[in-house]
Antibody
Framework: QLQLQQSGPGLVKPSETLSLTCAVSGGSVSSRSYYWTWIRQPPGKGLEWIGNFYYGGRTSSNPSLNSRVSISLDRSKNHFSLTLDSVAVADTAVYYC?????????WGQGTLVTVSS | EIVLTQSPGTLSLSPGERATLSCRASQSVSDNYLAWYLQTPGQAPRLLVYGASIRATGVPDRFSGSGSGTDFTLTISRLDPEDFGVFYCQQYGSSQETFGQGTRVDIK
């Protein structure tokens, strides 16, 4: 069973880059059996899909964020990462990492990221 | 983009009652890649059902998912006090995943 542990700063300044990491245990980020996802939830609002990273390096992302989002893997550390460029106050949210295996979705604990000067 | 519409917006029910939640998709969900979650305050969403009808590990059998194509239902046969919160459906069968807006189940 996959377990996901998130890390990263809880405060980012406007116009800077948000970076979060998700450490994976119970499976390999390099395996074709999994794909990796980031999701966020602004305070008091619903859930928003950010993007996916698939085996072989293919990615997909939310068109509303497309040009600012990057998802990558670090095979040596068995983790995957999210970067979001040029953040604004509207990017304040709880960010979740998710791993999918055989249709089952495993979630990280969530990281509140506040964008503020 | 597949738009998911959940209904009703809010349900007010008492423990022991039955709850029926709907999730309707604007187009067919590929291979029934449809999940249901329960989120309680301050917590990450908890996976209840995946593949439209498969209960996740550890989820009580009072939860059941059904449906295919564009119409999906989550039924809770007898509400337990720990079942109150916001329920979300999500489709993850297309290259652009989407969530419903949520159904809040309140204690009456």
């Amino acid at each position: 069973q996959l377990q996901l542990q998130q890390s990263g700063p809880g405060l980012v300044k406007p116009s800077e880059t948000l970076s979060l990491t998700c450490a994976v245990s119970g499976g390999s980020v390099s395996s074709r059996s999994y794909y990796w996802t980031w999701i966020r939830q602004p305070p008091g609002k619903g859930l928003e899909w950010i993007g996916n990273f698939y085996y072989g390096g293919r990615t997909s992302s939310n068109p509303s964020l497309n040009s600012r989002v990057s998802i990558s893997l670090d095979r040596s550390k068995n983790h995957f990462s999210l970067t979001l460029d040029s953040v604004a106050v509207a990017d304040t949210a709880v960010y979740y990492c998710v791993g999918t295996h055989l249709m089952i979705r495993y979630w990280g604990q969530g990281t509140l990221v506040t964008v503020s000067s | 983009e597949i738009v998911l519409t959940q209904s009703p917006g809010t349900l007010s029910l008492s423990p022991g009652e039955r709850a029926t939640l709907s999730c309707r998709a604007s187009q067919s969900v590929s291979d029934n890649y449809l999940a249901w979650y329960l989120q309680t305050p301050g917590q990450a969403p908890r996976l209840l059902v995946y593949g439209a009808s498969i209960r996740a590990t550890g989820v009580p059998d009072r939860f059941s998912g059904s449906g295919s194509g564009t119409d999906f239902t989550l039924t809770i046969s007898r509400l337990d006090p720990e079942d109150f919160g916001v329920f979300y459906c999500q489709q993850y069968g297309s290259s652009q995943e989407t969530f419903g807006q949520g159904t809040r189940v309140d204690i009456k």
